[in-house]
């Protein structure tokens, strides 16, 4: 059960620019820190943004990340091939008293 | 170097129960957050539980709460995740996590569970 939203497919061609949203509520993403994780198929998640902005060391500052009230974002620019992936957001829910994910979105490198 | 090793994922009948281990080497357990995560094939990622460092917390989700408990044995280096009532929504992989959404954040491969009959 995802609470919350995402897109589920975005593309781009190599170099452009691709943004990712993830909708939530007052008790999750409106009240906490945001976070996204990229994923490829077959793949452990990797962590790509934590506490809504910051970067863990090894992730390219071409991946950026921000919120507004009960939605957050993705940036991923200068998109290249290697970027093709499944992107999740993440954030503490105060009512559920767990973490939750996005629907997932899917990005195509065209 | 850090290594999350997880085992103990297998077939399992509905109603059943299962304990997964998480062998964790080059930290210690004991000083970090730890977490399990669950992906059915060709879905999306969904929290189930956590620990923190004293041992004394525990979250679980909704979904598992009362079902599984997560624990750890601090001389062995492991984290676990008791299974019970096991139901066929639970078949997953399930991952093991230090320090989920942090800034040391490390996944196992994790190990893959099937509950069916």
């Known amino acids: 059960q995802s609470v919350l939203t995402q897109p589920p497919s975005a593309s781009g061609t190599p170099g452009q620019s691709v943004t990712i949203t993830c909708s939530g509520s007052s008790s999750n993403i409106g009240r906490d820190s945001v976070n996204w994780y990229q994923q490829v198929p077959g793949t452990a998640p990797r962590l790509l943004i934590y506490t809504t902005d910051r970067r863990p060391s090894g992730v390219p500052d071409r991946f950026s990340g921000s919120k507004s009230g009960i939605s957050a974002s993705l940036d991923i620019g200068g998109l290249q091939s290697e970027d093709e992936a499944d992107y999740y957001c993440?954030?503490?829910?105060?009512?559920?008293?767990?973490?939750?994910f996005g629907t997932g979105t899917t990005v195509t490198v065209l | 170097e850090v290594q999350l090793v997880e085992s103990g994922g297998g077939l399992v009948q509905p109603g059943g129960s299962l304990r997964l281990s998480c062998a964790a080497s080059?930290?210690?357990?004991?000083?970090?957050?730890m977490h399990w995560v669950r992906q059915a094939p060709g879905k999306g990622l969904v929290w189930v539980s956590r620990?923190?460092?004293?041992?004394?917390?525990?979250d679980h989700a909704d979904s598992v709460r009362g079902r599984f408990t997560i624990s750890r044995d601090n001389a062995k280096n492991t984290l676990y995740l008791q299974m019970n009532s096991l139901r066929a929504e639970d078949s997953a992989l399930y991952y093991c996590v230090r320090e989920f959404v942090g800034a040391e954040d490390f996944w196992g491969q994790g190990t893959l569970v099937t509950v069916s009959s």
């Open positions: 620990i923190n460092r004293d041992g004394r917390r525990t």
């Open positions: 080059g930290f210690a357990v004991s000083n970090s957050w």
């Open positions: 993440t954030a503490w829910d105060a009512s559920l008293q767990g973490y939750v």
